[in-house]
Every structure is written in C-alpha cells, then in structure tokens.
C-alpha cells in the first residue's frame, strides 16, 4: 500500500525509528491527524524533524520524515 | 589324587581372584578419572546443555551399577564410554554459550530500540486530543499496559543474563519481542526488520 510507513532509512535491521515519506498533498497536519489523530499534533513531528525542516509549511513530496 | 585335586582347585581359585582383582583396579580407576572430569566441568555445562550432562551421569552410573555387580570389564567400558562424553561436554557447552550469547548480542540491540519507539508513541498518544483510525481507547490503553509489561520484563531478563542465566534471558527476551511487535501493529508502527519472523 502506497500510504503505509516507511522502514527506517539506513539499513540497520534493529533500528525502530518511524519514519514517513511525504506524498503530494500531505502537510504536517495532515501527517500529525494519520498517525496521532490529531492535526494540531504536527508541532510534535516538526520538533522531531528540526534537523531537516525549517518551517513547518514546507516540506517536500518525498522527504522522510521521524515520527516520535 | 585327592590331595593333588584340592591343590589344583585352591590354585584355580587363587588364579581367578587375582584376575578379578587385576580388572578391578583398571575397572575403579577409570571410573573415577571419569567422576572426576564430570564433576569439574558439570557446573558450567549444566547452563547450557543439561541434557549431555545427564547423558554423561547415566553412563557413569551405568558404569558404578556393573562395578557394584563385580563385572569390572563392563564397568571399565561403561566408566570408558563416560569419560568420552564427559570430554565432549566443554566443547559443546563453550559451543553452546557462544550461540546464546551471540543471540543475546542482536536482542539486546534490537528490543531496546523497539521499546524507547514504543515509549515515544505512547507519549506522543497520550499528549493527543483524538486518537488516530484504527485505534480505539481500548486497544491503547491494552497497549499502555503492555508496554509496561514488556518495560518490566526486558528489565529481568537483563539482570538474568547479568546473573550468567543466558538461557532464561533469552526466553524473556523472546516474549518481550513477540509483545513488542503485537503493540507496534496496534499502535499502526512499522516493526523493525530484525524482529520479523
């Protein structure tokens, strides 16, 4: 299914970080009400993703994101 | 010829007690080096593979009984077959420790990870307003509970390995694995490679 979680992205078999690959049309809310539900939960992932985000309206279709 | 005769069964007496006893002492000799060699490595081989280790007494109380019975070339051969198990035992016992512990090593890499993600969720659950598709209040706190379970369990079974008990640890870390994966699938998470299968 092309909506479920991504494994890990390195290639260490015993690692558990969540990991989520953004579609097009997903926004952090949006990706905060599917795995928290709810949207106003987004700051949780954008805190996790601080490394990697530097506004939370802007991530791209593709990116990997942590979720805590 | 009365005489000659009592002679000549006396010297066959004599002859075969001194037989008896030049098998006998072959016959105790043999089964001590093998109590010996047992009782020295039966402590750290008993961990690891109970089983060889009773395979190891039966034939040296195999050995004891014919020994008890005075059928010393039966003993010798038991108390024989004894020592070449016994010899065994150290190999297969180092063996054996090698495997658990290695398996050990890729538990105690793997469950620790699972358990801080599961934590992390949790958290992150709890601190939410709703709760996403596919979980009910139910199935999350069912999984709340189970990951203190697991919390607790993983906690025993470190101290078990610290305590030399690799086997026991390694049982308890199966069940915090099995529990593990049951409350990643609840809480909709992507269980690790290492923990599939």
């Known amino acids: 299914m092309a909506d479920e979680p991504v494994q890990g992205k390195g290639n260490d078999p015993t690692d558990a970080t969540q990991w989520h690959e953004v ?8 990706i905060a009400e599917r795995y928290y539900g709810d949207p106003g939960m987004y700051t949780t992932i954008f805190e996790a993703n601080r490394d990697r985000l530097k506004d939370p309206n802007l991530i791209r279709i593709g990116q990997k994101l942590r979720i805590p | 010829m009365k ?28 089964i001590k080096a093998a109590e010996d060699a047992l009782n020295a490595g039966k ?7 109970p089983d060889q280790v009773k395979a190891a007494e039966d034939a040296l109380k195999a050995a004891k009984d014919a020994f008890a019975k005075g059928d010393y070339a039966a003993a010798t051969a038991a108390a024989t077959s004894a020592s070449a198990k016994v010899k065994d035992l150290a ?32 958290d992150v659950l709890s601190k939410s307003k709703k709760l996403p598709a596919n979980l009910d209040k139910e199935k999350f706190e ?25 086997a026991d640890a390694l049982a308890k870390a199966k069940s915090v694995k099995e529990k593990a994966v049951e409350i990643m699938t609840t809480l909709g998470m992507t269980v690790p490679e290492a923990a599939k299968g």
């Not at chain 2, 009592?6 to 016959?27: D, H």
């Open chain 1, 23 to 30: 579609k097009k049309g997903e926004t952090l809310s949006k």
């Open chain 2, 3 to 30: 005489k000659i005769l009592s002679i000549a069964v006396a010297l066959l007496f004599a002859l075969s007690l001194g037989a008896c006893s030049q098998a006998k002492g072959p016959a105790e000799a043999a």
């Open chain 2, 43 to 49: 402590a750290d081989a008993m961990k690891y593979i």
């Open chain 2, 91 to 122: 190999a297969a016992a180092a063996a054996k420790k090698a495997e658990l512990t290695k398996a050990w090593g890729e538990q105690s890499e793997l469950l620790p990870n699972m358990i801080a993600a599961i934590k992390s969720r949790v």
């Open chain 2, 142 to 166: 069912g999984a709340k509970n189970g990951l203190a379970e697991i919390d607790k369990t993983w906690g025993e079974a470190s101290s078990a390995f610290k305590e030399g008990g690799l």
